[in-house]
């Protein structure tokens, strides 16, 4: 038997000449079924049918069966959220607590992001204080060069207090984020859902 999808979402049988019984397959139970059952297998149930020769036997084959998705906090969207609640996915309070969960992932995400613009703010400043040692080192001891050095000092001097500022952002910006975490690891631990669709 040869079998070819059909729009409506059942498939068709084409009979080849010398055949005039179709086995089917079938993973659903034989009481949902309009055929007769010739037994069953650990999937699947099989079933009889009349396939004359030369005629195309048309019936529509259903499957049910069981279907999970694991969705981590960080990939599910407020849009996504939108959607499990119109299609009875999640209740309100469900929708809640993943919402605030989100919210609580976006902003530990926020801080990491600000702790890497400062490390590379931290990284740019080391790379203009290298360029500052070697000009003072190339310096001679002329009035000029000594306006020149002073001023290479002072800009020396901001970039350290800069520094200073950012290495004290970025420790009070991941300890924010770590507190984040543990209570969005606690509210994921207490959460406990599962629904049928």
Known sequence: MDNEPCATGSTRLSSPKSASVFTAFSPLPPEQT???????AERANRFRLDAPPKVTTKFAVS?????????AVHNASRDQLRLWVENKYIDGRTRQALDECIQLYEKAAALVRRVQERDKEIAEIFQNQERLRKNLQALGGTQDE?????RYVADLSKDEDRIALCR???????????RLEEELRSRLGRMKFETAV
């Open 34 to 40: 309009k055929l007769a059952t010739l037994d069953t």
């Open 63 to 71: 499957e049910k069966g069981e279907e999970f998705e694991v969705f």
């Open 146 to 150: 000594k306006g020149l050095r002073e």
């Open 168 to 178: 004290a952002e970025s420790k009070n910006m991941r300890e924010e984020k770590d």
